[in-house]
């Protein structure tokens, strides 16, 4: 079964504002990554961060983490037209099994 | 530096019929694995491998082979292939287990 489930399923915003997806998942890990599938793609990796971090940034995406929830979120900033894609959420666990979810589109209008 | 190269990119076949979609990766990564894509689903793990020589299943194993004879390949079969099994097929590797994943382009395939 999925481990990550991201909300929401799907987000139009407009070039310049900001987006801003979940992820929640249920049993403990050891990181947490957000990838990125550019239509008829491969997955791309975006961020990884561990089970003790609490944020991290990388250029325009901000990534926090909360343990006690369960949760994850992924914040991309000045959004540009190419941005849109979907947006996935993976939590690995120690038998390197990473889970993902069923990933949120994103949709960044001129 | 070719990263992950899968093969081929697409392929129909008929139910019954059986293939082999090619994994190859060139980082020297002992994890490597496969998932299937359908849509609404995300990616659902097959087979995974730690290493040469080590195989296990993932969540959907079923109707799928795998093997790991050499550190760089990592062949998945469809022994009689269904309908069911119709979806984007991506291989994966990563170097341990807190590092990312790098995926192929991905195989679509389509079984009538």
């Known amino acids: 079964s999925q481990q990550g489930e991201e909300d929401p399923q799907a987000l139009s915003i407009q070039e310049g504002e900001n987006a801003t997806m979940n992820c929640s998942y249920k049993t403990s890990i050891n990181n947490l990554q957000w990838y990125r599938q550019n239509s008829g793609r491969g997955l791309v990796h975006l961020i990884l961060?561990?089970?003790?971090?609490r944020e991290k940034h990388s250029g325009r995406l901000r990534v926090t983490l909360d343990t006690s929830k369960k949760s994850s979120s992924l914040l991309i900033t000045a959004s540009r037209a190419a941005d849109t894609a979907s947006y996935f959420c993976?939590?690995?666990?120690?038998?390197?099994?990473?889970?993902f979810g069923a990933g949120t589109t994103v949709t960044v209008r001129a | 530096n070719a990263g992950v190269t899968q093969t081929p990119k697409f392929q129909v076949l008929k139910t019954g019929q059986s293939m082999t979609l090619q994994c190859a990766q060139d980082?020297?990564?002992?994890?490597m694995s496969w998932y299937r894509q359908d849509p609404g689903m995300g990616l659902r793990l097959i087979h995974y491998s730690v290493g040469a020589g080590i195989t296990d299943q993932g969540e959907v194993p079923n109707g799928y082979n795998v093997s790991r004879s050499t550190t760089e390949d990592f062949p998945l079969r469809l022994l009689s292939a269904a309908p069911s099994q119709t979806s984007v097929y991506f291989c994966a590797s990563m170097g341990d287990n807190n590092s990312p994943l790098h995926f192929g382009n991905g195989t679509r395939l389509t079984v009538t």
């Open positions: 980082m020297n990564h002992e994890y």
């Open positions: 993976a939590t690995g666990r120690n038998d390197y099994k990473l889970s």
């Open positions: 961060i561990r089970s003790n971090e």
